[in-house]
């Protein structure tokens, strides 16, 4: 049994009001405290400081969904590690596969922001994970190993006591189609052997999540396997009764 404290956190992407969140993280406040999972949440910018707010004195994080590698200047429409901070957040996504696709998000603007989120003392969600032709190719392990890699270069395992890491295959993102347990399990104990490789003892202490197309009905079957740590929920976080189920299964 892992000593690895569960992690299921909610990306809310481009959903809800500051007043819809409120509501929902007083809807969560119940099964999340009575869960033993660590739980956060992740709302829009305009959102983070109202559902911060909101979730303080309850056992809810609040996160930002992204942000920018510098604390301040010429950055139009970006919002700073510092910034998210004073806002109420504990946490931050990183290099969500739909700000690499949608975005220009690479293994090196991930480092950038990464080191910036780790300055600020919160805590990072590094998000990895290939495509259905780069599985198909066999090329699981290597573009794994390059997210990894590329994301921490630099960094020692000092810097990144605290790093998360979600492994969240394409294919599987709003799809409705969800890697096998084993599937999953297996690329989770590849990242770890990856993390190893890189910092030793660290892999043993960081929480690697699994995302995509996680609901209520497979979270505790995934949520078993030895390497998955938590989850990472997309639409299944924007209503209480899905994401509550899934905090109870961890």
Same mark, same amino acid.
């Given at each position: 049994?892992?000593? +690895?404290?569960?992690?299921? /956190?909610?990306?809310?992407?481009?959903?809800?009001?500051?007043?819809?969140?409120?509501?929902?993280?007083?809807?969560?406040?119940? &099964? /999340? /405290?009575?869960?033993?999972?660590?739980?956060?949440?992740? &709302?829009?910018?305009? %959102?983070?400081?109202?559902?911060?707010?909101?979730?303080?004195?309850?056992? *809810?994080?609040? $996160?930002?969904?992204? #942000?920018?590698?510098? !604390?301040?200047? %010429?950055?139009?429409? !970006?919002?700073?590690?510092?910034?998210?901070?004073?806002?109420? /957040? @504990?946490?931050v996504i990183l290099g969500h596969s739909e700000r690499r696709q949608f975005f220009g998000e690479t293994d090196q603007t991930v480092n950038r922001k990464l080191?910036?989120?780790?300055?600020?003392?919160?805590? &990072? *969600?590094? #998000?990895?994970?290939?495509?259905? =032709?780069? +599985?198909?190719?066999?090329?699981?392990?290597?573009?794994?190993?390059?997210?990894? +890699? $590329?994301? #921490?270069?630099?960094?020692?395992?000092?810097?990144?006591?605290?790093?998360?890491?979600?492994? !969240?295959?394409?294919?599987? *993102?709003?799809?409705?189609?969800?890697?096998?347990?084993?599937? %999953?399990?297996?690329?989770?104990?590849?990242?770890?052997?990856?993390?190893?490789?890189?910092?030793?003892?660290?892999?043993? @202490?960081? @929480?690697?999540?699994?995302?995509?197309?996680?609901?209520?009905?497979? =979270?505790? !079957?995934?949520? =078993?396997? &030895?390497d998955v740590d938590g989850a990472l929920v997309g639409g299944a976080s924007l209503k209480a009764g899905d994401f509550g189920a899934i905090i109870a299964a961890?």
């Amino acid at each position: 049994m892992s000593t +690895r404290t569960p992690f299921i /956190a909610g990306n809310w992407k481009l959903n809800l009001s500051g007043e819809e969140g409120i509501a929902l993280v007083q809807a969560l406040a119940k &099964p /999340a /405290a009575v869960s033993r999972a660590e739980v956060a949440v992740f &709302p829009t910018a305009l %959102a983070l400081q109202a559902v911060a707010k909101a979730a303080a004195g309850s056992r *809810i994080g609040v $996160g930002g969904q992204n #942000c920018h590698w510098e !604390e301040k200047g %010429a950055f139009t429409g !970006e919002v700073s590690a510092s910034l998210l901070k004073a806002a109420g /957040a @504990r946490y931050v996504i990183l290099g969500h596969s739909e700000r690499r696709q949608f975005f220009g998000e690479t293994d090196q603007t991930v480092n950038r922001k990464l080191t910036a989120v780790l300055a600020q003392g919160l805590v &990072p *969600i590094v #998000c990895i994970g290939e495509t259905l =032709a780069e +599985r198909d190719g066999g090329k699981l392990e290597e573009v794994l190993s390059r997210q990894v +890699r $590329g994301a #921490c270069a630099g960094l020692s395992a000092t810097q990144l006591g605290t790093l998360v890491i979600a492994y !969240e295959p394409i294919w599987a *993102i709003g799809t409705g189609r969800t890697a096998t347990t084993q599937q %999953a399990q297996d690329a989770h104990a590849f990242v770890r052997s990856q993390v190893h490789a890189l910092f030793g003892g660290l892999a043993d @202490r960081v @929480r690697i999540q699994y995302g995509g197309s996680v609901k209520p009905d497979n =979270a505790k !079957e995934l949520l =078993a396997q &030895p390497d998955v740590d938590g989850a990472l929920v997309g639409g299944a976080s924007l209503k209480a009764g899905d994401f509550g189920a899934i905090i109870a299964a961890a």
